[in-house]
């Protein structure tokens, strides 16, 4: 059993800067993937990026170049830097984690994932 632990949700305006983390306990292992998804108003929730065990990360089309993914497998800890954050990235923000590697393109999936936190909320406003 994983537990997930998100922190850093909070209130911005536009244009400006959140950075949530998301830390690991319990039956962990550096070779999970770790995973944030978003959950926008009315819409279904969706991948934002992943991080693997061995540092590699990766984030949707969607937003790179204004988010970025790093992990400290020290601290079993997943950050998600969102930087000029627009009102349509307000939303609930996931933690996610499977052992096995993290899956890409279609595959990645709320299914696919064993694991979740209960989430950060991010708000956005003009």
């Known amino acids: 059993q994983v537990r997930l632990m998100e922190s850093g949700g909070g209130s911005v305006q536009a244009g400006g800067s959140l950075r949530l983390a998301c830390t690991a306990s319990?039956?962990?292992?550096?070779?999970?993937?770790m995973a944030w998804f978003r959950q926008t108003q009315g819409m279904e929730r969706e991948g934002v990026g992943t991080?693997?065990?061995?540092?590699?990360?990766t984030v949707v089309n969607s937003v790179k170049g204004r988010f970025t993914i790093s992990r400290d497998k020290a601290n079993n800890t997943l950050y998600l830097q969102m930087d000029s954050l627009e009102p349509e990235d307000t939303g609930m923000y996931f933690c996610?984690?499977?052992?096995?590697?993290?899956?890409?393109?279609?595959?990645?999936?709320?299914?696919?994932?064993?694991?979740w936190g209960q989430g950060a909320q991010v708000t956005v406003y003009t």
């Open positions: 996610a984690a499977r052992f096995a590697p993290c899956p890409w393109g279609e595959a990645f999936i709320r299914s696919a994932f064993a694991f």
């Open positions: 319990g039956d962990t292992s550096n070779s999970a993937c």
């Open positions: 991080g693997e065990g061995d540092g590699t990360t």
